[in-house]
């Protein structure tokens, strides 16, 4: 009986230690706002998105416009007009809402689909430097202080740089 303690005593001991083994993996952290913010390629993709939004603000005024118009003219000859050309200029001007609505909602969905195609491979370019450093230096873990879920730190060793030079930045 004493030996079998002893042998469990033993195992739980090699299996503590093993533990204690693995706790001790090296753990690093990084800011991507700022990785991202130092990256040539967000001021390039910025612009372009940029230059985007404003086609699409641009198309959007001149639906508006175009349906301003079509309101004023039907309210300033409303008191002149037979029933059945009312009655073709009110769906004229539903007409238009419906497409400008249609148009607002198509704007939104394709500003997202743009801002996807812009990012994703920036975001990915980052991602995959901050890999390569954490792979290269032996991180086992690598956390981003600028998402939710780390509330204190203290210590753990800032890959920033690191990732910097690995995309030859500054």
Do not use: H, W
């Not at 030996?3 to 800011?31: E, S």
């Not at 059945?84 to 400008?100: S, T």
């Amino acid at each position: 009986m004493k030996r079998l303690f002893k042998i469990a005593l033993v195992a739980g001991c090699l299996f503590f230690a093993g533990n204690v083994a693995n706790a001790q993996q090296k753990i690093a952290y990084i800011n991507s706002a700022e990785l991202i913010k130092a990256m040539p390629e967000v001021v390039t993709a910025d612009k372009q998105l940029e230059t985007y939004k404003t086609t699409l603000d641009t198309d959007g005024k001149t639906m508006y416009s175009e349906y301003q118009a079509k309101v004023q003219d039907y309210q300033s000859k409303e008191k002149t007009l037979s029933d059945a050309m009312k009655e073709m200029k009110i769906k004229e001007i539903q007409d238009l809402e419906k497409r400008i609505q249609e148009f607002q909602q198509k704007a939104g969905e394709n500003f997202e689909k743009k801002r996807g195609e812009l990012y994703d491979p920036i975001l990915k370019k980052a991602e995959d430097a901050v890999k390569a450093v954490a792979k290269e230096k032996g991180y086992a873990y690598v956390f981003d202080t600028t998402q939710p879920g780390i509330v204190y730190f203290d210590g753990g060793i800032n890959i920033l740089a690191d990732v910097k030079t690995k995309l030859g930045l500054k």
